[in-house]
């Protein structure tokens, strides 16, 4: 969407700046410019004094092209002064297609919103595709100054008056020079300079202000570089995970590096390590990487607890928007467990869901990957996608569309439980109920499929689903507290769950509702 500003609209600027007005007594007015005229000035009336204008008398009025002038009174405000200001240049590209609803992340290629048909193999949870991806005007009015009245014996007295003031004025700041002189004589100081505990060149910020927080996190965060072996790649984000050189980010901003491509993290102090690719998540949309030849003084971001977030909860987002290395941005929680499926909007790449945290903090592409702290500087999730209006970034779009205040994040619980999945086994493992269910959008409910992927049953033999009763064309409605509207927004709230657990299902059947106990079964890998 698009907002335009509302109201009176500005008027345009004038072709030319506004022309003095001359006393009575001056030179005649000059011709004016082309295009911009001026009323011209009444005779002065017979009989009437002829004097220049007194000492110490205001500045004579400047009379806006086409605004009628008069000798006895000052003109209204012209609204169509000054001109507007220049327009802001915009950021260049950094080789990204971000899209409605696309990856944070600087050379991604970001699909429109929307669900697109996909399955797993029988018994595990469909995939789908997808996406979440990224004016004003100003008037104001010239005031004019109030043109001088002319007058006999006033214009004398006003004279009169006005040296004496100048007179008083003067003696006034002589006095006040000498006061001070004095003063510093006796060794006094007039002004008050504030403390700087911390010397010249370093001022110490309290551990709770966003600076502390900045300034604990940002040498724990990284700017990764993917590229692929044909030189295609992108910019995104990382944050330490532990003392062995590990570094966690999303699936999307490694993708290009997966097939034997190069990677690379560089630290705010300048410092660039190669990286290798521990194991990635595309339905997670996590990845781990670790540092080759990892410094020792490796300092790990704590991590928080996404379950205890609140709205309205202060965040603070780290990253490198387009190509902007170390940039901190400011928000708040606005939403929790958000449905968002999020792709690359490439033919080969298969969505990945979260239960999201999102945020107004300015997250743009770059920033995937990247930390979202709490006010104490904890992980609480990790920037993953954004959701933009822009219409020439959705797919095959030409040009990258910024933040609109709709960002989102993997809850760190979710994240912290892939990662160290990823470190131990290389392979992410995933929660499942064993059946397919339809990706259309829809507000009624997950609905369990016909018929699974290439022709297998929607509900698999011996299953959680299956042990729990279900059956194709029921329509799931509940998880748990978690009200379910479609079957992306069921995968996701599966998937901060972890294999084992007992979940409590709310379906309906042929118009009536029901409630069951199921125990989500795990799969393995992502294919």
């Keep these: 969407m698009s907002t335009e500003n509302e109201g009176t609209a500005v008027p345009p600027a004038p072709s030319a700046p506004p022309v003095p007005v001359e006393s009575p007594a001056a030179s005649p007015q000059p011709a004016p410019q082309a295009g911009a005229p001026t009323t011209q000035l009444p005779p002065v009336p017979a009989g009437a004094p002829e004097h220049d204008q007194p000492y110490g008398a205001p500045a004579p009025a400047y009379a806006a092209p086409g605004a009628p002038q008069s000798h006895s009174a000052g003109p209204g405000p012209d609204a169509s002064w000054p001109p507007p200001p220049p327009a802001t240049p915009s950021y260049a590209d950094s080789g990204a297609h971000a899209g409605a609803g696309g990856y944070a992340e600087s050379g991604a290629h970001a699909a429109p919103g929307g669900y697109a048909d996909g399955g797993a193999g029988a018994g595990s949870d469909p995939y789908a595709g997808g996406g979440e991806g990224a004016g004003g005007g100003w008037g104001s009015s010239y005031q004019q100054q109030p043109a001088h009245k002319s007058g006999g014996g006033r214009g004398g007295l006003l004279a009169a008056v006005l040296i004496a003031a100048l007179v008083a004025g003067g003696l006034g700041g002589g006095l006040g020079y000498t006061l001070a002189k004095n003063n510093d004589d006796n060794g006094s100081s007039t002004t008050v300079s504030a403390s700087d505990s911390g010397g010249g060149s370093s001022v110490k910020r309290d551990p709770g202000t966003v600076a502390g ?220 109920i064993g059946a397919s269910v339809s990706l259309e959008d829809s507000t009624a409910g997950a609905t369990i499929t016909a018929q699974g992927a290439s022709g297998a049953s929607s509900v698999e033999t011996g299953g959680p689903a299956a042990k729990a009763g279900l059956k194709p064309g029921d329509v799931i409605t509940k998880l748990d507290d978690s009200v379910i509207d479609s079957g992306p927004t069921l995968i996701g709230e599966i998937w901060t769950h972890k294999p084992g657990d007992k979940v409590k299902i709310t379906y309906k059947r042929d118009g009536s509702q029901h409630t069951v106990d199921l125990t989500l079964g795990s799969r393995v890998g992502d294919n």
Excluded: W
């Design 213 to 432: 927080v900045a300034a604990k996190s940002l040498p724990s965060t990284v700017t990764i570089e993917a590229e692929s072996t044909s030189g295609t790649g992108g910019t995104g984000t990382g944050f330490v995970f532990d003392t062995q050189g590990h570094i966690v980010t999303n699936n999307h901003v490694v993708a290009d590096a997966v097939d034997g491509g190069k990677l690379t993290a560089t630290f705010p102090n300048g410092k660039k390590y190669n990286a290798e690719i521990v194991g990635h998540a595309q339905g997670y949309d996590v990845a781990v990487i670790k540092l080759k030849n990892a410094p020792s003084d490796l300092k790990p971001l704590s991590l928080g607890n996404s379950d205890q977030v609140a709205v309205g909860d202060e965040t603070i987002a780290i990253g490198a928007p387009f190509g902007l290395s170390n940039t901190v941005t400011t928000g708040i929680i606005s939403a929790k467990n958000r449905p968002v499926a999020s792709s690359d909007g490439s033919s080969t790449s298969k969505a990945s869901y979260m239960s999201a945290l999102q945020t107004d903090a300015s997250i743009n592409p770059g920033n995937s990957g990247g930390p979202l702290l709490n006010a104490q500087g904890s992980v609480i999730g990790i920037n993953s996608a954004i959701q933009s209006t822009g219409s020439s970034g959705g797919l095959g779009g030409t040009t990258q569309s910024g933040s609109i205040g709709l960002g989102f994040a993997i809850p760190i619980n979710q994240a912290k439980y892939v990662a160290q999945q990823l470190i131990a086994t290389g392979k992410p493992v995933y929660a499942k």
